[in-house]
């Protein structure tokens, strides 16, 4: 049977619940629910640092909902000792402290290579992309399970118990505690900002070919999915950083013990102490209910996942009661942009008909043109020239033949001469009125 030692008794305790009693479960609710949709986007993605990035959000949120709910007071003697519940949240506590950064290190380190060109690969051989994907779940859940293993040998007694914090992890006050538990946290964090500042530098030097790049190579990124990772992991890192900092400060700045096994594991280490908190909130709570909304706001917005929630509306039946549910996501239509902004409405409209006319003799020639280009900037082996950063990413564009650039400049031709003969006088194309000197 545990001992039980309730601490603080000298002021008096809180018996009522407190505001953040109330707010710490419901905010973290929301978080966890708002998280789920982008987990299942990077599942359904094969995204292995995303998925575990995720994942270790939604577990810290769950255990704040859950110790919020179980110890809502300082009502000491009511309370639940919580034996086997915080024998495992203790352990996940710290894994999951060590796995968030691992998760953004993995985040970082894939988004830096997509933008190496010098070892880049265009296609995985299955030994590869196994390798990658052992790589990525060691760097995201390794460093958790070594937490987990390691702090049996620093583990003063059992646990603490605080009011709403709920279960929190016992550490002896000696040497082994900062080289063993504290300072992974903070080099990890090292690592993420590291290969950040790669990615920035890569970004700039490769700026005007980043999009090529990234479908070039075997990254299986766009655009918006790189910036929407990279904004994430970048957020996550100015925030847990300074705290990991802050946290490894605090627990050297008092004077360490000598370590020994049989003081740390003497015959008081069944203990479970009890805290109360008059209602305070322990910081790092608020900190996992603002990342389950980061996460929100980087993924659950997109066009992404406004199909991942149409899906599953339809998927329990809602798409019999909205119709529209079931209608398929239709792409807006592309409009060319005038090249001359200088123009003024009232000339645009003088010259709308003639603009109509030129645009009928040039619609059939411009949807075979870009039909060609498109099934030329598809096409995986392209010739012509080279892009400035290697040979190994060729340039989407087409290298048309002589011939073919007769054949366009005939079709202008006829059409400048066709616009021009059922132009009026004032209006025709390379003479300026004698007025504004308009064209």
């Known amino acids: ?76 003697p009511s309370w639940y000792q919580g034996q086997g519940l915080c024998d495992i949240e203790v352990k996940l506590e710290l894994a999951q402290t060590l796995g968030l950064v691992g998760s953004i290190a993995c985040i970082m380190k894939a988004l830096a290579r997509a933008l190496d060109t010098n070892q880049a690969v265009v296609h995985l051989t299955p030994a590869e992309r196994q390798r990658r994907n052992f790589l990525d779940w060691l760097l995201c859940f390794g460093p958790a399970v070594y937490m987990m293993l390691v702090h049996y040998i620093v583990q ?32 990890l964090c090292l690592l993420d900002g590291y290969y950040a500042i790669i990615i920035l530098h890569r970004m700039r030097i490769y700026r005007r070919d980043f999009s090529h790049i990234l479908r070039a190579t075997s990254s299986g990124l766009n655009k918006s999915r790189f910036f929407r990772l990279f904004a994430l992991a970048m957020i996550l890192l100015v925030i847990i950083l300074p705290v990991q900092f802050y946290i490894l400060y605090q627990n050297t700045s008092f004077p360490l013990q000598p370590y020994s096994w049989t003081r740390v594991h003497g015959p008081d280490w069944d203990s479970v102490i009890l805290i109360p908190t008059l209602g305070a909130v322990i910081f790092d709570r608020w900190i996992r209910i603002a ?18 929630y149409k899906s599953w509306l339809v998927a329990v039946g809602l798409g019999y009661i909205f119709p529209v549910l079931n209608r398929p996501a239709q792409s807006l239509p592309t409009h060319r942009v005038n090249s001359n902004p200088t123009r003024s409405s009232s000339e645009t409209s003088r010259l709308g008909s003639l603009s109509t006319k030129a645009k009928l003799i040039f619609a059939r020639k411009f949807s075979r043109s870009s039909a060609a280009s498109s099934t030329v900037a598809s096409s995986p082996v392209l010739g012509g020239e080279q892009s400035p950063i290697g040979s190994q990413f060729p340039v989407m564009s087409a290298t048309y033949t002589y011939q073919e650039k007769n054949e366009q400049t005939n079709w202008l031709k006829r059409a400048l001469a066709f616009v021009r003969r059922g132009a009026p006088r004032y209006l025709v194309w390379g003479r300026r009125e004698s007025g504004n000197g308009s064209v």
């Open 1 to 76: 049977m545990a001992n039980t030692t309730p601490t603080m008794d000298t002021f008096a305790p809180m018996l009522g619940v407190s505001p953040g009693a109330i707010a710490v479960p419901l905010l973290s609710f929301i978080a966890l629910f708002l998280s789920i949709p982008t987990f299942a986007w990077h599942v359904k993605n094969r995204s292995i640092a995303g998925s575990a990035l995720v994942f270790w959000i939604i577990l810290a949120n769950l255990m704040n909902i859950i110790n919020a709910l179980i110890w809502p007071t300082d009502d000491i």
């Open 291 to 308: 990342l389950g909304f980061i996460v929100f706001a980087c993924f659950g917005i997109g066009g992404e996942a406004t199909k991942l």
């Open 156 to 187: 003063f007694n059992r646990y603490y118990v605080f009011a709403i914090a709920g279960c929190t992890p016992s550490v002896d006050n000696s040497w082994p505690s900062i080289a063993l538990l504290y300072i992974w946290p903070p080099v």
